[in-house]
């Protein structure tokens, strides 16, 4: 039986999983990451590279309007 994933764990979007979900194609999102509209991914191994969901659920909620709902990205003191 595979251990399950509590929701305390965080939760990670491969590329392939960013471009489907945002309709956009994976030179789009280094594009977006080299003007700094897209985080870098979290390395979580050699040749393994993630987004927290958390992280991109924000960029979606900025990108709709809803700033208020959206924590800012990056750190203290950085630009939404």
């Excluded at 994976?26 to 990451?33: G, L, P, S």
């Excluded at 191994?45 to 927290?52: E, H, I, L, Q, T």
């Excluded at 991109?56 to 959206?70: N, Q, T």
Aim: proline share 9%; charged share 20%; hydrophobic share 40%.
């Amino acid at each position: 039986m595979a251990p399950r994933q509590s929701s305390a764990e965080p939760k990670y979007v491969t590329r392939g999983a960013l471009c489907s979900r945002w309709g956009v194609s994976r030179a789009w999102t280094y594009k977006m990451q080299q003007q700094g509209y897209l985080p870098l991914p979290v390395k979580l191994g050699p040749g393994v590279a993630r987004w927290p969901l958390s992280e991109i659920e924000a960029i979606e909620a900025i990108a709709s309007g809803d700033r208020a709902a959206a924590p800012i990205v990056g750190g203290a003191g950085g630009a939404r």
